[in-house]
């Protein structure tokens, strides 16, 4: 063997070392005590109690963002602007479900086993805009909640506009 293959071989075996190394490690056959303090602080688990009960005071994220007892009453007047914004809320946020006229007759209407209300009929127009702004919040049967589309503001334009459509 020449100076120059023996050299070779050393350069290939250097090479070499560390991928027969790091498996060593890696597959647990040298074992180094790695510091979890994460996993050994005291805390509790999933799944685990006791449980804490949240700050005095602590906002709900999940939810109806209503307090039960105050049933909500609206503080906004059904005027042109609101008018105007809710007709645009309306038909992005509850025609395709609703249908353009509030019939209940919209693209994805029959997709549900119990079908999207008719706005119009007098079953709904006798409910309090409360109601009908919960019914937004918090969903109703398959009606999923839109609480994350519509700010309160948007929720009561849409409510104001839905009065107007004129019934069936
Ligand atoms: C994804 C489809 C869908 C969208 C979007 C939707 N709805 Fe509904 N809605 C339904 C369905 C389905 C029902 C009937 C649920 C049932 O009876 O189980 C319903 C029921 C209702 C009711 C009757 C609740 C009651 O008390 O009887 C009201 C009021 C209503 N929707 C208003 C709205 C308004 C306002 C919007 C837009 C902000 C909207 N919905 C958007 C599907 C939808």
């Given at each position: 063997?020449?100076e ?6 050393v350069?290939i ?16 056959v040298?074992?180094?005590?790695f ?9 509790v ?57 509030g ?33 937004i ?18 929720r009561?334009?849409v ?10």
């Amino acid at each position: 063997m020449t100076e120059r293959q023996k050299r070779g071989l050393v350069i290939i075996a250097l090479v070499l070392i560390p991928f027969i190394i790091g498996p060593l490690f890696t597959y647990e056959v040298i074992k180094i005590p790695f510091l979890t303090d994460m996993a050994e602080q005291p805390s509790v688990g999933s799944q685990e109690g006791p449980r804490k009960l949240p700050p005095a005071r602590a906002v709900p994220v999940q939810g109806i963002s209503v307090i039960p007892e105050e049933f909500p009453v609206k503080p906004i007047p059904a005027d042109e602007v609101s008018l105007q914004r809710g007709e645009i809320l309306y038909s992005i946020h509850c025609q395709i479900c609703h249908g353009e006229l509030g019939q209940g007759d919209g693209p994805l209407a029959e997709y549900f086993e119990r079908t999207p209300q008719n706005l119009t009929t007098d079953q709904i127009t006798a409910e309090f805009d409360g109601s009908v702004y919960l019914t937004i919040v918090q969903g109703f049967g398959q009606m999923p909640s839109l609480a994350e589309s519509l700010t309160p503001r948007e929720r009561w334009d849409v409510i104001n506009y839905v009065r107007t459509l004129p019934p069936r």
